[in-house]
């Protein structure tokens, strides 16, 4: 089973970037899918999640009305469209998806998480 995370790079600030995971090895469209991030120095953080369905999503206060997060169940693709890019959104950006559907998790804690992928660097310049 694997997360493989892209779309990342250099971007002026004000900028936008469209990441992509895609999943292989098994099926998540089922699955509660999150993003995350981690910038030098600090502690992974929640960036954004959503239900299996699509229905309701969720976001950290910093990036709420910048980023949207969406998927693709036949894909078994999962999306983070980044807007008005701020420096301080400089970091790795994971995306993650728990061994079950994840109904009931606490979708900001990345304990609740057991599938990663390795992560795309977005480095915003100001």
């Known amino acids: 089973v694997q997360l493989q995370a892209s779309g990342g790079g250099l971007v002026q600030a004000g900028g936008s970037l469209r990441l992509s995971c895609a999943a292989s090895?098994?099926?998540?469209?089922?699955?509660?899918r999150g993003w995350f991030r981690q910038a030098p120095g600090k502690e992974r953080e929640f960036v954004a999640a959503?239900?299996?369905?699509?229905?309701?999503?969720y976001y950290a206060d910093s990036v709420k009305g910048r980023f949207t997060i969406s998927r693709d169940n036949a894909k078994n693709m999962v999306y983070l469209q980044t807007n008005s890019l701020k420096p301080e959104d400089t970091a790795v950006y994971y995306c993650?998806?728990?061994?079950?559907?994840?109904?009931?998790?606490?979708?900001?804690?990345?304990?609740?998480?057991?599938?990663w992928g390795q992560g795309t660097l977005v480095t915003v310049s100001s």
């Open positions: 993650a998806a728990p061994r079950t559907t994840g109904q009931g998790m606490s979708v900001m804690n990345p304990r609740e998480y057991y599938y």
């Open positions: 090895g098994r099926t998540f469209s089922r699955n509660v």
């Open positions: 959503i239900s299996w369905s699509g229905g309701s999503t």
